[in-house]
Nanobody
Framework: QVQLVESGGGLVQPGDSLRLSCKAS????????MNWFRQAPGKEREFVGR????????EYADSVKGRFTISRDYAKNTAYLQMNSLQPEDTAIYYC?????????WGQGTQVTVSS
């Protein structure tokens, strides 16, 4: 059984930074692509970025490229989403995701609100 638990969301002002965490159990974050998605009110869930397995690098949506960075800590079996220069349009619920053993696994999400 895979479990993904996100944390680190909150209310911040435009220009601030946040770091989200995705603690995994049932899988090893180093052997799976770890994905981040977000869903804003009234919108469909969208891809934010991923860190590829085996140290093969990262990929980001154009909307966050240059501002967001995904990393992982093997010892803590945790993936991270570092978000800098946050803007109101980044307001959403952020989800961690992995495809493993033939299905998608999702965390419960963590709310990020960017407002002055």
């Amino acid at each position: 059984q895979v479990q993904l638990v996100e944390s680190g969301g909150g209310l911040v002002q435009p220009g601030d930074s946040l770091r989200l965490s995705c603690k995994a159990s049932g899988i090893m974050v180093g052997t799976s692509h770890m994905n981040w998605f977000r869903q804003a009110p009234g919108k469909e869930r969208e891809f934010v970025g991923r860190i590829l397995n085996g140290g093969a690098g990262t990929e980001y949506a154009d909307s966050v490229k240059g501002r967001f960075t995904i990393s992982r800590d093997y010892a803590k079996n945790t993936a991270y989403l570092q978000m800098n220069s946050l803007q109101p349009e980044d307001t959403a619920i952020y989800y961690c995701n992995v495809f493993f053993r033939g299905r998608q696994w999702w965390g419960q999400g963590t709310q990020v609100t960017v407002s002055s």
